[in-house]
């Protein structure tokens, strides 16, 4: 018998909310929907009445958004799925903080994904984890940047079958495809591997000075000790590993990394 799971939908549109519930019927039917919210203060009162497992969400609503409704809870003890009809630079901040969203018009299978996630790990949203995703909402403000930002101060979520791990971009050494997976290799403590692939992790990191030198390997500029010239060159990392270039993609490393000395003062 399948694990029965109580939500609620807060989202100021009429018509969401209405296609949501029926697609939570037809394809997710262990999921009992115990009420709805217009917006972000009928929301709020309806979780503390209801106490469902699993709420979804939307961001922008008039008066409070998802994420101010959020911070009215001094524990976020239910699980979040965000519906949102924001697009690519969103998509990337939802991957950055490893919190499940639905790109509104709801895709089925999407939603069915979504959902059976939450109940394989069937737990809450980290505070850390909402803090990451409205960071880089608020500080992202298009489709993408003129000019990447710098990884200092920024945090990354990283879920693995263990849990979801908090790291420091300044950490990350690079990241290695793995198949299906990819390992982090980090300055302090071991990998970590994360069921995501590379491709994944080159679109959530390109607005970094992260590059993808090879299709096995993204690296973190920072961490480079030295680039010896060749067909595509290598690079010696900080940790005394050795990456090679791809050919075609020299050029472009090249010139990001002089991009990189030049923004960080780091060129003599």
Known sequence: ??????????????NAREALTNLLKLICPEVEICGEAKNADLGIELIKKERPNLIFLDIQMPGKS????LSSFEKVDFGVIFTTAYQEYAIRAFRFSAIDYLLKPIDPEELQTAVERF???????????????QEQIETTPSLRLVQRKKNDNQRIALPTAEGIHFVQMTEIIQCESLGSYTKFHLVKGPAIVVSRLLKE???????????RVHQSNIINLEHIKRYVKGDG??????DNTEIEVSRRRK??????????????????
């Not at 799971?5 to 549109?13: G, H, K, M, N, S």
């Not at 109940?119 to 995703?133: E, T, Y």
Request: hydrophobic residues 40%; without cysteine; aromatic residues 14%.
């Open 201 to 211: 992790y080159e679109e959530i990191l390109d607005n970094y000075y992260f590059f």
């Open 1 to 14: 018998m399948s694990q029965q799971l109580r939500a609620v939908i807060i989202d100021d549109e009429t």
């Open 119 to 133: 109940k394989s790990k069937v737990g809450s949203v980290n505070p850390q984890q909402l803090q990451i995703l």
């Open 251 to 268: 050029d472009e490393f090249l010139s990001l990394l002089s991009d990189f000395y030049v923004n960080s003062g780091k060129l003599k």
């Open 233 to 238: 060159g290598q690079v010696w990392m900080s």
């Open 66 to 69: 998802g994420f101010e409704m």
